[in-house]
């Protein structure tokens, strides 16, 4: 018999208040007002949301081969402790996860650490080189279940390599997530190309080189008919291009990251390589097109690029600074503090944005789900009104890296529950799910 | 001031005061004992992860007659092959009580890394990074004007800025650390700039900068601006499209035989032809152009090492308090 | 708390007596060099030129008098904000071979003379270097002592002795302030 658990008075993200959810054998039992806690352990949630467990559709977990910047472990406690309760962990592993044989490992890592439901991303190309196609098939019917493939990290840049991609991975259903950037356009490229780069004497990464992949790509999926997704839109050139596919009807899906929603190349100024990453920070006016496209649907989900590194890849030169960011433990509040402070969006949408439509891309299919009686209990309850100090060293990520250390952010997780066990509760890391080891 | 990183953020008070001491260090190069005490006792560290000779010795020369100990450090370690880590030299450099520390780097921003960072107590000189910026050189450039032009004006140099004057810089702005901190000082200064350029070799973003862009080199030299600052340009630049060839370079932009003959007949009767050296003769500046009466190529040289005197002193010399003492108010 | 201990005709008198002892001490004016130390030093050395010229008509004050910037020679810089150079300006004959009376307002330390000595021996080789000083206070650190005295005060080390020269302070007096 396991625990139960009822959680009392939330709001949920439709605005209802009052709410009580019974969570028992891993499902959510019961739904109503004023639910008996008979045997349940009882979570106060007055004054806090309830929302559908967290997707993120852009992590790296950086294991197998990188453990020293992250591992499965770390980087689930890490989604967990951020309200998620499924990670799609990237492919640039070493070695990438290009064959059934590593998407199985990092999937059985996550089963292991129970955290979050791991879904392995499978590399588009043989070791992202580019060159020849992964065993996208044998990866798709692997126990992972690999429905996302990526080169993330590296573009596929060769057309005929895309467009045999974006077409073969129509017969499971699959996406192609791609990495917007033209390489040769951005060689030695350091930061976004503009104003800022002009007074550093640093080498430019212009909005061109990602706008010129995309409306290729949006081209190529409309005239094969494939689903494509694009990772980290940094750009306003990029959602006008997005938003111009979605109207001609292309099945196109696109994603942002929270701290293109919120940070400026201004940063780089204080030449603090923990403001370097790919896509890099762009312009205020890029970050207003942002939040705008977020809000109104043409960017459709918030995707983190959780990207951590060892202290030795940032405490170094600018140039030879490793790209990306944390972001597993800051996302919910960044865009809190970016989106729904601002009245650009709700919580209705947050949900869609963080969890129904990453679930969706994914096609994971008990994630993302309502919240009913009979669906899996993976939930995330937040208090909005809390307020806290980033502080990267109190982080459950290996990665100290965070470009909101001292930051004051609303919004805390207060509970996760991940099949319906609480992986987070009270704000603090809790237990893995109990049948972590199984399986 | 603690650190001299760039000159987008010296103040005209600042760098006025840098050049006013620089007048008072020349003196002290024209005297039988070139030396002086001031830094006795304190150690220079000359960091240099990209060869420079030029830009080294003169660091060298300005310590050691300010009597400092000076600590030349060749860190090998490019973008290829990475040596020993910015920190850990930073730390042995901190570890060996390093007063100052002069760096050059291949890395743009990486003085500025190294002075915002706790590795390292000294004060940070920058002599040089990247594609970013090299205020000791802009600082002896603004030297080398204010004394020229206050000559003629038959006026002293001290205290004067540099209104009035009009500089043309003229290459490889894209690329060029000179270039950047120029306009910053020399605008600074009072100073009006036009920067001269093939459009492939200004950088993307540069619309805000506090000057005149052109494309047009005869066009520029026919206004007689009071000098012309010639840029080093890499010939293999052509190899990455930035222009077709050296020739069509050397015969666009370089400051040939041609518009040395027409500077001499034109309203630029004191145009002086300014290089940061080392020059490409035949590419952006010809011989007869180099070693003609208008270059200023040696004075800046000799230049070069009382500014750098004046850096070092200005960051060295006093300590962070300002209250002063009975016996400085007594002797004052 | 302050005190007013010499005025505009007392600093006048006592110039013009160290004016006579340096004539008398150099038996004449010849090769006569004043190096007055910055600020208040200088306008001393020039004032004293010009007593000098009063009474031997051949000498040109202004060929006689300099000034001597001691900023960098001094063993306190540390110890003080940065302090930029001032300029150093020589008589047109220089200083070699000379006879170099250098010109301060007060002598207190000992450490400015110091520095100005060590100045000295790196822009020149003067045939004697003597010390010329309006208010003479004590508490000295280093072996040296003035050569002419305009007025000697005993002070303690608490009070400050402030010199006001017209060309710098619009006022001529010397003032010495008790302890807060």
């Known amino acids: 018999m396991t625990t139960t658990y009822l959680i009392k008075g939330a709001t949920t993200a439709a605005g209802e208040t009052g709410v009580d959810v019974l969570v028992a054998d891993g499902r959510i039992a019961e739904r109503g007002r004023s639910l008996s806690s008979a045997g349940a352990v009882v979570v106060d949630a007055d004054g806090l949301v309830l929302l559908p467990g967290m997707v993120d559709i852009h992590t790296h977990l950086r294991e197998p081969g990188r453990e020293d910047a992250e591992t499965v472990e770390t980087g689930t406690r890490a989604a967990a402790m951020g309200g998620y309760t499924s990670v799609h962990a990237m492919a640039n592993s070493m070695p990438v996860a290009d064959t059934a044989g590593v998407v199985e490992q990092v999937y059985a890592l996550g089963r292991r650490a129970g955290w979050v439901d791991v879904r392995p991303v499978g590399a588009v190309t043989v070791g992202l080189a580019g060159e020849r196609l992964a065993e996208l098939g044998a990866m798709a019917q692997s126990r992972a279940g690999v429905r996302v493939f990526s080169d993330d990290g590296i573009c596929v840049s060769d057309p005929v390599l895309m467009r045999r991609a974006l077409e073969y991975v129509k017969a499971f259903d699959g996406v192609v997530a791609q990495h917007a950037q033209e390489p040769r356009l951005t060689e030695g490229a350091q930061m976004n190309e503009g104003a800022v780069s002009a007074v550093l004497g640093l080498a430019g990464w212009p909005a061109v080189a990602e706008e010129s992949i995309i409306a290729r790509d949006v081209l190529l999926a409309q005239h094969v008919g494939s689903r494509l997704h694009v990772c980290h839109v940094s750009t306003a050139g990029s959602v006008e291009i997005i938003r111009w596919a979605k109207q001609r009807g292309v099945n196109v899906t696109a994603e942002v990251t929270p701290h293109h929603l919120l940070l400026t190349d201004e940063l780089v100024r204080s030449w603090n390589p923990v403001y370097k990453v790919n896509p890099p920070l762009r312009t205020n006016e890029d970050v207003t097109a942002l939040r705008e496209a977020l809000a109104d649907g043409t960017i459709d989900v918030v995707g983190t690029d959780h990207a951590p590194h060892p202290s030795e890849h940032k405490e170094c030169e600018w140039a030879q600074a490793a790209m990306g960011m944390t972001g597993l433990e800051t996302a919910l509040s960044v865009v809190q503090h970016a989106m729904i402070e601002t009245g650009l969006m709700d919580w209705a949408r947050f949900a869609e944005a963080t969890s129904i439509l990453p679930a969706q891309i994914g096609r994971v299919q008990t994630q993302g789900r309502p919240l009913a009686a009979g669906e899996m209990a993976n939930l995330t309850l937040v208090d909005p009104a809390a307020r806290w100090t980033v502080d990267p060293h109190k982080m459950a990520t290996k990665g100290r890296n965070s470009p909101f250390a001292g930051l004051e952010l609303p919004g805390a997780v207060v509970a996760t529950f991940f099949a319906g066990h609480p992986t987070v509760l009270e704000g603090r890391l809790n237990t893995p799910h109990p049948d972590a080891q199984g399986d | 001031m603690k650190h001299l990183l760039s000159t987008e953020n010296l103040s005209a008070a600042d760098a006025i005061r840098i050049l006013d001491t620089a007048e008072e260090m020349a003196l002290v190069g024209e005297r039988e004992v070139k030396k002086l005490p001031a830094l006795r006792g304190r150690t220079v560290v000359n960091l240099f992860f990209e060869d420079s000779t030029r830009t080294r010795i003169s660091f060298e020369a300005a310590a050691k007659r300010l009597s400092a100990d000076v600590i030349n450090f060749a860190a090998k370690g490019s973008s290829v092959s990475k040596g020993e880590s910015l920190k850990d030299t930073a730390q042995t450099l901190e570890a060996m009580s390093a007063d100052a520390v002069v760096i050059r780097h291949w890395a743009s921003g990486a003085p500025a890394r190294l002075a915002a960072s706790d590795w390292i107590d000294a004060a940070v000189v920058n002599a040089g990074d990247g594609t970013h910026e090299h205020p000791t050189q802009a600082l002896l450039d603004a030297f080398t004007l204010r004394r020229h032009w206050s000559q003629i004006a038959g006026r002293a140099s001290l205290g004067e800025d540099l209104r009035g004057l009009r500089i043309a810089i003229v290459g490889d702005v894209l690329h060029s650390r000179v270039a950047r901190s120029n306009l910053w000082l020399l605008t600074t200064l009072g100073a009006e700039v036009t920067l001269v350029a093939p459009p492939t070799l200004l950088p993307v973003g540069i619309a805000d900068w506090p000057c005149r862009v052109s494309f047009d080199l005869d066009e520029v030299l026919a206004t007689g601006p009071h000098a012309i600052m010639m840029l080093r340009v890499q010939g293999e630049r052509m190899n990455a499209a930035f222009f077709p060839s050296a020739r069509e370079y050397a015969r666009t932009w370089g400051f040939d035989d041609d518009r040395l003959a027409a500077l001499e007949v034109s309203a630029g009767k004191d145009t002086i032809i300014m290089h940061p050296g080392p020059m490409n003769r035949g590419l952006e500046i010809s011989s007869a152009a180099a070693d003609s009466p208008r270059s200023t190529v040696l004075a800046q040289v000799r230049n070069g090492v009382s500014v750098r005197m004046a850096v070092l002193y200005l960051l060295l010399s006093g300590d962070d308090s300002t209250q002063p003492t009975p016996a400085q108010e007594a002797t004052v | ?180």
Do not use: C, W
Not at chain 3, 39 to 53: D, M, N, S, V, Y
Not at chain 3, 136 to 144: M, S, V
Not at chain 3, 149 to 164: C, D, I, M, Q, Y
């Open chain 3, 1 to 180: 708390m302050f005190r007013t201990v010499l005025g505009e005709a007392d600093i006048d008198r006592a110039l013009t007596r160290i004016a006579h002892e340096i004539l008398e001490a150099n038996k004449g004016s010849q090769d006569l060099v004043l190096l007055g130390i910055p600020r208040r030093g200088f306008p001393l050395a020039q004032r004293l030129a010009r007593k000098i010229a009063r009474t031997d008509p051949a000498v040109n004050p202004d060929a006689m008098v300099g000034r001597l910037d001691v900023t960098m020679f001094r063993d306190d810089l540390r110890k003080h904000p940065t302090r930029p150079p001032g300029p150093t300006k020589l008589p047109p004959a220089g200083i070699d071979d000379k006879v170099v009376v250098l010109v301060d307002d007060v002598l207190y330390s000992g450490r400015t003379i110091r520095a100005a000595l060590d100045a000295i021996v790196d822009i020149g080789r003067p045939r004697v270097v003597r010390l010329a000083v309006l208010v003479d206070r004590g508490h000295r650190e280093l072996p040296i002592r003035a050569d002419h005295v305009g007025k000697n005060l005993p002070t303690s080390s608490a009070e400050k002795v402030r010199v006001r020269i017209t060309e710098v302070d619009s006022v001529d007096e010397v003032v010495i302030e008790g302890p807060a």
